[in-house]
């Protein structure tokens, strides 16, 4: 599947622009390429009960579900700047649950999988081979 990297990464700061980030007055924002080549994006969303703040990420994957649900393809994270931004542990989490080993991420060193970003992840496997 041929990915538009400019296309995702637009994707992204567009949604990074309607982040509500008044806390730490870092905005983020999130896009990605869905099996069916739609795209979904998401921005950080805080809450004045600082730990509540929810990822750009956690929007992502609501969207993604929300309309329709698929597999990551690809997704692009960025900074207010519109440079690329590592998501966070937890995000790599649920990045691999929809994206799995072969999603790509626009890392801050180049486009990488799943697997090099989230290596011998945990996942769905793991609660059936361990029974
Ligand atoms: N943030 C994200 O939205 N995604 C990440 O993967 C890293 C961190 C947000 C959470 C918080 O609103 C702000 O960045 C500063 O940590």
Redesign the pocket.
Same mark, same amino acid.
């Given at each position: 599947m041929e990915i538009n990297w400019d296309e995702l990464r637009s994707a992204a700061s567009a949604a990074m622009s309607k982040a509500y980030?008044p806390y730490?007055n870092?905005p983020?924002g999130v896009a990605g390429l869905v099996d069916d080549g739609r795209i979904v994006t998401g921005c950080?969303v805080?809450n004045a009960a600082y730990g509540v703040?929810l *990822?750009?990420?956690c929007g992502l994957i609501s969207s993604l579900i929300s309309t329709g649900g698929g597999k990551l393809v690809a997704v692009a994270?960025v900074d207010r700047h519109g440079n690329a931004?590592m998501?966070?542990g937890r *995000?790599r989490q649920l990045l691999w649950e929809h994206g799995g080993p072969n999603c790509l991420l626009d890392s801050v060193s180049g486009i990488k999988s799943m697997t090099e970003i989230l290596p011998d992840a945990f996942g769905a496997h793991d609660l059936t081979d361990r029974l």
């Open positions: 980030a730490s870092f983020v950080n805080e703040a *990822c750009a990420e994270c931004l998501p966070c *995000c």
